[in-house]
C-alpha cells in the first residue's frame, strides 16, 4: 500500500504474526474503496507469510496485486484471522454475542458512502440485534476536512448525516466542512438497528505518537486491524 520494499513488508508481517501468536497468516485485502465483502474460509492457514512473493503483497515494488479486491472480510472459522490496513480511514470490528461470527471493515468515506458497513451487516448470519461493534483510529471531526460534494451526497443519501458536518471555510466559491466519519458510521448503523457500538474517540491525524495519518504525511505506514475467532 505504500510502494514499501519487499522483503521490509514481509519481515513486518513476519514480525507481527509473531509478537501476536496469530494462529495464521492474515487474510490480506487488495483494499479499494469499494464496498465488496469478502467471507474467509482457511485459505489463511494454508498461505506462509514468509512464501508471499513481489505479485502477492499489494502494491509493493510496484507488482500487480493479485489478492482479494475488498474493503472487509467476514469469517465464522477458527483460526482465519481478518485483516484491514489503514491510515486515517476507519477499521470497524464486527462480532456476535456468542462469539462465532466476526468481521472487519476498511472504511474510508467513499467505502462508507456505498454502504460497505451495511454491506458487511447484511453478509453476516447473525441476527442485527446480536451484534457488537467497536470502531477502531481513524482521522477525527476536527482534521478531516472535505468538500461540498462530499456533504451532499452523504446528505442525499440520509438526511440525518447532516450531525456528521460543520462548515468551516470557503475557497474559490465552495463550502467546506469538518466531517466526522466516527458519526457517519453511527448513523448507518443506527440505520441497520445497530446501538452496541463503541470506540470513536480516536484521531490519527493529530496522535503523531501512536498513528499513521495519509493526510499528515502522504508517504507513510499503515496500522493493522486484525480480528480473528479462537
Same mark, same amino acid.
Given at each position: 500500500?505504500?510502494?514499501?520494499?519487499?522483503?521490509?513488508?514481509?519481515?513486518?508481517?513476519?514480525?507481527?504474526?509473531?509478537?501476536?501468536?496469530?494462529?495464521?497468516?492474515?487474510?490480506?485485502?487488495?483494499?479499494?474503496?469499494?464496498?465488496?465483502?469478502?467471507?474467509?474460509?482457511?485459505?489463511?492457514?494454508?498461505?506462509?507469510?514468509?512464501?508471499?512473493?513481489?505479485?502477492?503483497?499489494?502494491?509493493?515494488?510496484?507488482?500487480?496485486?493479485?489478492?482479494?479486491?475488498?474493503?472487509?472480510?467476514?469469517?465464522?472459522?477458527?483460526?482465519?484471522?481478518?485483516?484491514?490496513?489503514?491510515?486515517?480511514?476507519?477499521?470497524?470490528?464486527?462480532? =456476535? &454475542? *456468542? /462469539?462465532?461470527?466476526?468481521?472487519?471493515?476498511? %472504511? !474510508?468515506?467513499?467505502?462508507?458512502?456505498?454502504? @460497505?458497513?451495511?454491506?458487511?451487516?447484511?453478509?453476516?448470519?447473525?441476527?442485527?440485534?446480536?451484534?457488537?461493534?467497536?470502531?477502531?483510529?481513524?482521522?477525527?471531526?476536527?482534521?478531516?476536512?472535505?468538500?461540498?460534494?462530499?456533504?451532499?451526497?452523504?446528505?442525499?443519501?440520509?438526511?440525518? =448525516? &447532516? *450531525? /456528521?458536518?460543520?462548515?468551516?471555510?470557503?475557497? %474559490? !466559491?465552495?463550502?467546506?466542512?469538518?466531517?466526522? @466519519?466516527?458519526?457517519?458510521?453511527?448513523?448507518?448503523?443506527?440505520?441497520?438497528?445497530?446501538?452496541?457500538?463503541?470506540?470513536?474517540?480516536?484521531?490519527?491525524?493529530?496522535?503523531?505518537?501512536?498513528?499513521?495519518?495519509?493526510?499528515?504525511?502522504?508517504?507513510?505506514?499503515?496500522?493493522?486491524?486484525?480480528?480473528?475467532?479462537?
Amino acid at each position: 500500500h505504500v510502494g514499501d520494499d519487499v522483503e521490509a513488508v514481509k519481515k513486518n508481517r513476519k514480525k507481527l504474526r509473531e509478537d501476536l501468536n496469530l494462529p495464521a497468516e492474515p487474510v490480506w485485502l487488495d483494499q479499494c474503496h469499494t464496498n465488496k465483502v469478502y467471507r474467509a474460509g482457511n485459505e489463511s492457514a494454508e498461505k506462509d507469510g514468509d512464501d508471499l512473493d513481489n505479485e502477492t503483497i499489494s502494491n509493493a515494488g510496484d507488482k500487480k496485486s493479485l489478492l482479494l479486491k475488498a474493503d472487509a472480510s467476514i469469517t465464522d472459522k477458527p483460526g482465519v484471522v481478518c485483516a484491514v490496513l489503514t491510515a486515517d480511514c476507519l477499521p470497524v470490528f464486527i462480532c =456476535n &454475542k *456468542s /462469539a462465532t461470527e466476526v468481521a472487519v471493515v476498511h %472504511a !474510508g468515506w467513499r467505502g462508507l458512502h456505498q454502504g @460497505i458497513i451495511t454491506n458487511t451487516i447484511q453478509a453476516m448470519q447473525s441476527p442485527h440485534k446480536e451484534l457488537l461493534v467497536h470502531l477502531g483510529p481513524a482521522i477525527g471531526p476536527q482534521a478531516f476536512e472535505v468538500g461540498e460534494d462530499v456533504y451532499t451526497a452523504f446528505v442525499e443519501k440520509q438526511p440525518v =448525516n &447532516k *450531525s /456528521a458536518f460543520v462548515a468551516t471555510r470557503t475557497m %474559490a !466559491g465552495r463550502q467546506h466542512f469538518l466531517c466526522d @466519519i466516527y458519526q457517519l458510521a453511527r448513523n448507518e448503523l443506527q440505520v441497520l438497528g445497530i446501538n452496541n457500538v463503541t470506540g470513536g474517540e480516536c484521531c490519527t491525524y493529530t496522535d503523531t505518537l501512536q498513528y499513521y495519518s495519509y493526510r499528515r504525511l502522504s508517504n507513510t505506514g499503515r496500522m493493522a486491524s486484525l480480528i480473528w475467532l479462537q
